[in-house]
């Protein structure tokens, strides 16, 4: 039987840099911001020094750091692709980790070090057939624009970013056709200082949790940043105009579901879409939604646009929408009122504050994560991209992290991450019959990296485990789990074996 998947669909995996790399301060390198967390939904490990009036890494290292040492792919890549190539990927989504390129990142001139490391990484990638998918920033901005700027929140880092973009569309040109500009930037609103990049560095507010920011200060840091992926479009088409620029953010809150046809219930799930949609409102429509002028009003929020900017946003609007999804969630105002809301279905990328369980979902990922299994969200998800944009959609990031070590003879028999990768792919295929334009599947984390979200080993998405443990000990020893040859012959059937 034919699949839907279509010719040279993108089928391949995704990593970031900051999760596998590893050499943190290798060759010139200095910190980004995820260097200075363990985890995403943690605090900065930064403290405000009073002699120089500034935050600083505190490095007080009470802590395991894995993301330090990584799974050393800066040093095994070679070994790590081949294993990917072995899958038969056609393409490999990974990042630039921006503060190899430029340390501080307000340098005049890039860090050769950094370069010829992504070089030789893309060479070795298109040498094994598999085209590279890159993202410019994946929670990476280097920290010294944080702390001596403010990141996105001052405007100058749109000079910083430009003259990083303009250096690596340059460098790479020809060999990179599939660029994405920020990693979902619409988590920023729950963790601004690592997705947003965001930092309030006055001196008044240092007594402050410096992860909070005032509605007028994210909105501010966005538009900065939508000028900026504008910018990078731009750049784009006029260095390389045979590549694409695109944009990623989460989409697993679009699969937002009202509990009931109460009309608050409804309501309350739009609402929840339209807080994730904005982003991508902004950057595929090259305007501002009208919906969001209430939010501004009610929250004092008044932008300071310069003149440009809106050309700019509207002249330059990516050129597909990748996205990650994962797991749907459950708007109930019942719940809300009754104060029996559970972050569970919730949590960072869903950002559904009046989340429920869904009792028509059968499976969730293990304890502690319990990220709910649903397929058919990620069907909804597609079309109500393609409904509301009508460009290519690019699914690269999909997967499921499980507690896993090796049995007694060395192996992992994982048929709970066949299961869950075969359902999505079924209903990826349902969203090509649908009518949606996909260009390709990467799963998330085809080889053990460090968890995003809490900085731990533990949670393994891989098809290649990695020996490594929260703890930091391990051999750094890959083996091949049971979904490898498993996703190998999806591959190589072009998704005819989904249907066996
Ligand atoms: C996405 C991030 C990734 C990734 C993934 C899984 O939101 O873009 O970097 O890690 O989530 O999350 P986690 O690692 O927390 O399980």
Redesign the pocket.
């Known amino acids: 039987m034919a699949t839907a998947f279509p010719e040279g669909f993108l089928w391949g995996g995704a990593v970031?840099a900051n999760?596998l790399e590893g050499a943190y301060l290798e060759d010139g390198k200095q910190l980004n911001v995820t260097d200075v967390m363990t985890?995403?939904?943690n605090k900065p490990d930064i403290e405000w020094n009073e002699e120089t009036g500034k935050w600083e890494p505190s490095f007080t290292h009470d802590f395991v750091h894995l993301s330090e040492e990584g799974i050393d792919f800066y040093h095994r890549y070679k070994d790590d692709l081949a294993l990917m190539a072995g899958m038969g990927f056609k393409a490999f989504r990974t990042s630039i980790s921006w503060a190899r390129i430029f340390p501080h990142g307000d340098e005049e001139e890039p860090n050769e070090a950094g370069l010829a490391f992504y070089d030789d990484l893309f060479d070795t990638m298109l040498e094994l057939g598999m085209e590279p998918v890159v993202t410019i920033s994946?929670?990476e901005t280097p920290l010294g624009l944080l702390v001596d700027y403010g990141g996105w929140l001052d405007r100058r880092m749109i000079g910083f970013w430009e003259r990083y973009v303009r250096t690596v569309l340059t460098r790479y040109k020809g060999k990179v056709k599939y660029w994405m500009t920020f990693?979902?930037i619409n988590?920023g609103r729950m963790i601004p200082f690592a997705a947003g990049g965001m930092l309030d560095i006055h001196p008044t507010h240092k007594d402050l949790p410096n992860a909070d920011l005032t509605q007028q200060q994210l909105y501010q840091g966005w538009h900065h940043q939508f000028v900026a992926n504008a910018l990078a479009v731009k750049l784009c088409r006029e260095i390389d105009p045979a590549a694409k620029m695109g944009l990623?953010l989460?989409q697993s809150a679009i699969a937002t579901y009202p509990e009931t046809c109460n009309p608050d219930d409804i309501l309350g799930a739009q609402r929840t879409q339209r807080l994730h949609s904005f982003f991508s409102d902004v950057m595929l429509k090259g305007r501002y939604p009208g919906y969001v002028r209430r939010i501004w009003e009610e929250n004092d929020v008044e932008l300071e646009i310069a003149d440009g900017d809106m050309e700019l946003i509207a002249n330059y609007t990516n050129d597909y929408f990748g996205f990650?999804y994962?797991r749907s969630a459950v708007y109930s105002t019942r719940a809300i009122n009754e104060g029996t809301t559970t972050s569970k279905g919730g949590g960072?990328?869903s950002g559904s504050a009046g989340t429920v369980a869904n009792p028509y979902l059968s499976a969730c990922s293990p304890e502690p994560?319990c990220?709910p299994v649903d397929p058919k969200g990620l069907r909804y998800v597609c079309n109500y991209l393609q409904d509301r944009y009508d460009v290519p959609l690019f699914i690269v990031?999909n997967?499921i992290?499980l507690d896993e070590n090796l049995d007694a003879d060395g192996h992992i028999d994982d048929p709970f991450r066949v299961e869950y990768v075969r359902d999505h792919l079924l209903q990826v295929e349902e969203a090509i019959k649908d009518g949606c334009d996909i260009m390709g599947y990467l799963y998330?984390?085809p080889i053990d990296?460090?968890?995003?979200?809490?900085g731990e080993m533990r949670?393994r998405?891989g098809f290649v485990y990695v020996d490594r443990f929260n703890d930091g000990h391990g051999t750094l020893e890959r083996v091949k789990k049971n979904s490898y040859d498993w996703y190998k012959a999806v591959i190589e059937s072009n998704g005819e074996i989904l249907h066996a």
């Open positions: 970031a999760q985890g995403i939904g994946h929670y990693n979902e988590v990623m989460s990650s994962y960072l990328t994560w990220w990031e997967g992290g998330w984390g990296v460090v968890s995003a979200g809490t949670k998405y």
